[in-house]
């Protein structure tokens, strides 16, 4: 099979209706889902290098599991139609059936077999009986029927039929799947490409981590955050480094960014005030889409196209980063990757807080679970760095109003369930 990389995504693609406003979460995520597509190529590789991989093409069984007919337990096979209600007793044949040692002959009717777990069936032998229900003196066995037709074995195929599909296109490979590829012969799988995440700190205040900052700077938080989360979610990090709040230094990186990176994450810098330089080139660059989006943390976002390299500007607070990183950049991800859309699944669980919170914007709490309660933390600064690595995970809030006391059900997205 050839290598394929697929079309660039269109440049207008992050384009809002003119007039829209304060786009809703739920809205947001449906326009990042119909207008992203995979980006990234194909490759074949060994299933069994495969664990974290996203399958570009499924996978077909290439013979069934199990092979042949083989035994559940270690016991005795025979023909069901010899056995009898009641006491049955039977002679054995010389030999036995084990597990990669098959019995070459033909049990004869009337007649038991020696079989182990794992062993195919003999000729002649239908049923097992479990050896801790039978009596023997090493030349016959006895036991008590009726017993089942079938006891004790597994049908050829009855796991998986050669030429099933047992794998979807974009799953990402887990080591039970590579089990599963394994068992029934698949070799070589084609996957995806691995989708390159590049992230661009802005800001003048900021300083390198391990260098020695003035008084006035703060260490960039954010690009580390952003790497780690892209390595975690099973991408590859690609470190663009830190830019100054200057227009041009912004601009060289953006290029720099577009050819060493599938999609480029910044933050900073992306609202629309004098050194909002993210936004502002962006919009040079004429793709520039602000997306109002009605949450807090995290508006606002700007979504453009660099070089036809979709670009995520996120804010600069680090609680906003990564909520919006968590909530838009991760699905968006999994589009670019082949992966499909994936939402995680929140779990409803009664809340350790109170709160009333205000119609028209969905919230996000840094939140965990502690005695089957959700808790969250005390303060909703967007700049306290200490409460997202307090948290494991996010309450969200409702778009509409919502009155929470203790023992209110509430949605709580474990940070595990993001991928994290
Ligand atoms: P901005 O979005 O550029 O206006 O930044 C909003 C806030 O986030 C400011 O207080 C910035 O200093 C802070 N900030 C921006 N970038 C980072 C970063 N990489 N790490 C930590 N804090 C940041
Ligand atoms: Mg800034």
Not at 106 to 130: K, S
Not at 207 to 216: C, M, N, Q, V
Not at 260 to 272: C, F, K, M, W, Y
Not at 287 to 316: C, D, E, Q
């Amino acid at each position: 099979m050839t290598d394929l990389t697929p079309p660039p995504l269109a440049n207008d693609c992050f384009a809002l209706p003119p007039g829209v406003d304060w786009t809703p979460v739920d809205e947001a995520l449906a326009a990042l889902r119909d207008r992203l597509a995979p980006v990234t190529g194909t490759e074949t590789i060994r299933a069994v290098d495969g664990l974290g991989r996203i399958l570009a093409v499924p996978v077909i069984a290439g013979r069934s599991n199990p092979p042949q007919p083989n035994s559940a337990v270690d016991g005795y096979g025979f023909a069901h139609a010899g056995v009898v209600p009641g006491p049955n007793r039977m002679p054995l044949v010389e030999g036995r059936s084990a597990a990669g040692e098959p019995f070459p002959g033909t049990v004869p009717p009337g007649h038991a077999i020696r079989i182990l777990t794992g062993a195919t069936i003999p000729a002649g032998v239908d049923t097992v009986i479990l050896q801790e229900d039978i009596a023997t003196d090493g030349q016959n066995i006895a036991f008590h029927g009726p017993l089942k037709p079938g006891a004790n074995t597994r049908r050829a195929g009855e796991d998986v039929d050669d030429g099933d599909e047992i794998l979807p296109v974009g799953r990402r490979l887990t080591p039970a799947d590579i089990a599963l590829m394994t068992a029934v012969g698949v070799d070589r799988i084609e996957v995806r490409m691995p989708l390159r995440v590049g992230v661009i700190s802005t800001g003048d205040e900021l300083a390198e981590a391990g260098t020695k900052a003035r008084a006035d700077q703060i260490y960039d938080a954010n690009r580390p955050m952003l790497l780690a989360m892209a390595a975690r979610l099973g991408f590859v990090p690609v470190d663009l480094g830190r830019v100054a709040d200057d227009r041009d230094s912004l601009r060289a990186a953006m290029d720099a960014a577009s050819t060493a990176a599938d999609v480029i994450l910044t933050s900073g810098g992306a609202s629309a005030g004098d050194e909002d330089h993210v936004s502002a080139l962006l919009k040079e660059s004429g793709s520039l889409s602000h997306w109002r989006i009605a949450i807090k943390p995290g508006r606002p976002l700007a979504l453009a196209m660099w070089n036809g390299t979709p670009v995520f500007g996120l804010p600069g607070n680090p609680v906003a980063a990564m909520v919006t990183a968590l909530i838009f950049a991760r699905p968006a991800f999994g589009m670019l990757a082949g992966e499909g859309w994936n939402l995680p699944e929140p779990l409803l669980l009664p809340a350790a807080f109170s709160k009333s919170k205000k119609p028209g914007r969905r919230e996000y709490l840094r939140a965990r679970l502690r005695d089957g309660r959700v808790e969250v933390f005390g303060s909703e600064g967007s700049g306290r760095i200490s409460g997202l690595s307090w948290a494991e995970g996010l309450v969200e809030l409702p778009d509409e109003a919502a009155e929470i006391a203790p023992g209110t059900l509430v949605r709580y997205l474990p940070y595990a369930a993001f991928g994290l």
